[in-house]
């Protein structure tokens, strides 16, 4: 009920049938309400009445001594009698139903003569105008009840093409090409949305091309004041002014990473997700991380190689260096692919913990560079997995360490 459609069809419907209706009942009140009982039995007694007292003369309308064969109807026979008794006449009338080939009819008996028969017309049953009356309105809110659902669907349908095109926003966040056709309010929705789709692609753009420059151009002043660092002579101060710039390269390959990612236009493909698992963690143990793989259970996703590969290495190594050991396992549940990372640090505080995938979010409010990174890895990471059309999760353990979990849908199995 909590639908505009709905709701703008139960109003003109409500509307149809009330104008309508009240359109009925003036004319009922002017013109009358429909025959009743007495208005179609009334002008058949009348008659009866009127025959009756011409047959009292001798000779003026034949009488039968015996009726005809047929059948009593007990129903118009007990309405005729009623009205007759109403008018004050004790005239003894039954109404016959024929055989097929004998017609229905009336017969009034007169006292001493005989019986006075005539042909019994075709009476419309007690109540029939208000049942017509009922049935015009009841086909008159049928019909009001189609042209309301086509009339509200036409009047909503700009509303839910917004609603299909937000639907089908891609991870990318980019609204697809709408088909400008249809009514003039769908045209000028689709337009409207396909402008607003292109001025998003092209600020997206135009902020990925900022990063890029701005990563680029920070390699040659880094370059400078490294080699300037070099004729420092205090070896902490030397130590120090080496250590920032190490952060400072770090962060511009970040930002230059995450465009590179932004902009990976590589087909994707089917992964065997747990042997890609293996060989990500074989590769760190060679660099002297800490990441072991425990179970894991054949499962396929379709992404891009490259791009799965930066996310899984992001999260392995966060894992390794901070929380000093990564566990790896490959599962599937609920028709997805899961990939759960753990490690065997302190975790983080409840309190911040939904601020990780922030870039350059640090625990440490003082941001003290204990270990090397950017603060770009979570993000990027998770930018990767939801372009895969997945999920990451992040959350402490119920002991020790922290869990990161990445949910990846399973590729379609050719049937």
Request: glycine share 8%; no cysteine.
């Amino acid at each position: 009920m909590n639908s505009l459609r709905v709701k703008l069809a139960m109003l003109l419907v409500v509307v149809i049938v009330a104008v309508v209706g009240l359109l009925t009942a003036v004319m009922v009140y002017f013109l009358g309400p429909p025959p009743g009982r007495r208005h179609s039995i009334q002008p058949v007694v009348e008659v009866i009445e009127m025959l009756a007292r011409a047959a009292e003369a001798p000779g003026v309308l034949p009488l039968k001594h015996t009726l005809p064969g047929g059948m009593l109807d007990p129903f118009i026979t007990d309405n005729l009698q009623e009205e007759l008794r109403q008018r004050g006449s004790s005239l003894d009338v039954r109404a016959y139903r024929g055989g097929p080939e004998q017609p229905s009819f009336i017969a009034a008996r007169i006292e001493g003569k005989g019986w006075l028969t005539m042909p019994l017309p075709d009476l419309p049953p007690p109540g029939a105008g208000w049942g017509v009356m009922g049935k015009w309105l009841l086909l008159l809110t049928f019909g009001a009840v189609t042209i309301a659902v086509f009339v509200a669907n036409r009047m909503v349908r700009p509303l839910v093409l917004l609603e299909n095109a937000v639907e089908a926003v891609g991870p990318d966040a980019i609204l697809p090409e709408l088909p400008e056709q249809g009514p003039a309010e769908v045209r000028a929705t689709a337009r409207a949305l396909n402008l607003l789709s292109a001025r998003l692609r092209s600020a997206m753009e135009s902020r990925m091309r900022l990063v890029a420059a701005a990563g680029h151009d920070l390699r040659t002043p880094i370059t400078r004041l490294r080699l300037r660092a070099e004729f420092v002579v205090n070896a902490e101060e030397k130590e120090a002014w080496l250590r920032d710039l190490d952060e400072l390269e770090r962060i511009a390959d970040s930002a230059i990473e995450l465009v590179r990612d932004e902009s990976d236009k590589a087909p994707p493909q089917d992964i065997d997700l747990a042997a890609f698992v293996r060989e990500t963690a074989l590769e760190l143990r060679n660099q002297d991380l800490d990441v072991e793989v425990g179970e894991t259970e054949p499962v396929e996703v379709r992404t891009r190689r490259l791009a799965l590969s930066r996310a899984l290495r992001n999260l392995m190594i966060n894992a390794a260096t901070h929380g000093v050991r990564a566990h790896v396992v490959v599962t599937e549940a609920d028709g997805k692919a899961l990939v759960r990372i753990t490690d065997e640090g302190p975790g983080i505080p409840e309190g911040v913990i939904g601020r990780v995938f922030e870039p350059f979010f640090r625990v440490d409010p003082a941001r003290r560079q204990s270990i090397p990174g950017a603060g770009l890895g979570l993000s990027i990471a998770r930018e990767i997995i939801q372009r895969a059309g997945g999920a990451v999760r992040i959350y402490n353990g119920p002991h020790v360490g922290l869990v990161q979990e990445i949910e990846l849908p399973i590729a379609q199995r050719a049937s």
